[in-house]
T-cell receptor, first 113, second 114 residues
Framework: GENVEQHPSTLSVQEGDSAVIKCTYSDSASNYFPWYKQELGKGPQLIID?????GEKKDQRIAVTLNKTAKHFSLHITETQPEDSAVYFC????????????FGKGTHLIIQP | EAQVTQNPRYLITVTGKKLTVTCSQN?????MSWYRQDPGLGLRQIYY???????DKGDVPEGYKVSRKEKRNFPLILESPSPNQTSLYFCASSYRSPGSYEQYFGPGTRLTVT
């Protein structure tokens, strides 16, 4: 089955700096790659996703890049703010997302004031 | 308000005492799923359902049962809970239409089995 590796497990950055979280996947048939943000005491919430026919997608301060050849994708957060502090999960799916997600182990992002 | 609800939010029980965690969504989603979240292990899928009366095992199904008799409900059943099932559980739902695969998660159920 699919295996998703996520790094780092913890990331501490100064407010205003950029943060990058990286994931690799094992199944070349995977074609949908979402990122979820989990705030303390809440369920994960989708923040951005990308499909295999696209190399990059951006939404305000958040961007995701995908390298299908290398089977890795990354989340980029620019101009980090205190409210960006959370646990971030990457995931991969073969069915375009319809048949379930395999998640990475998560990254705890800490924004230092 | 579109949402996924879970009950109870917190539960402490003893080994072997059957329990059910309920999950309900009001978005008419076809797909529903249960995950458990453990420190250092991320989110692991327990069971999922593509639609009413259609369920299938995820990555860690041992010790769990599910049913999908109605589209909106997807209860998780632990027939004989054990301490290794102590975890944070999330229910999620989504459409299965192309372009609409965002999974909506419930608030979580923290289960402790002693």
């Amino acid at each position: 089955g699919e295996n998703v590796e996520q790094h780092p497990s913890t990331l501490s950055v100064q407010e205003g700096d950029s943060a990058v979280i990286k994931c690799t996947y094992s199944d070349s048939a995977s074609n949908y790659f979402p990122w979820y943000k989990q705030e303390l005491g809440k369920g994960p919430q989708l923040i951005i996703d990308i499909r295999s026919n696209v190399g990059e997608k951006k939404d305000q301060r958040i961007a995701v890049t995908l390298n299908k050849t290398a089977k890795h994708f990354s989340l980029h957060i620019t101009e980090t703010q205190p409210e960006d502090s959370a646990v971030y999960f990457c995931a991969a799916s073969k069915g375009g997302g319809a048949d379930g997600l395999t998640f990475g182990k998560g990254t705890h992002l800490i924004i230092q004031p | 308000e579109a949402q996924v609800t879970q009950n109870p939010r917190y539960l402490i029980t003893v080994t072997g005492k059957k329990l059910t965690v309920t999950c309900s969504q009001n978005m008419n989603h076809e797909y529903m799923s249960w995950y458990r979240q453990d420190p250092g292990l991320g989110l692991r899928q327990i069971y999922y359902s593509m639609n009413v009366e259609v369920t299938d095992k995820g990555d860690v199904p041992e010790g769990y049962k599910v049913s999908r008799k109605e589209k909106r409900n997807f209860p998780l059943i632990l027939e004989s809970p054990s301490p290794n099932q102590t975890s944070l559980y999330f229910c999620a739902s989504s459409y299965r239409s192309p372009g609409s695969y965002e999974q909506y998660f419930g608030p979580g159920t923290r289960l402790t089995v002693t």
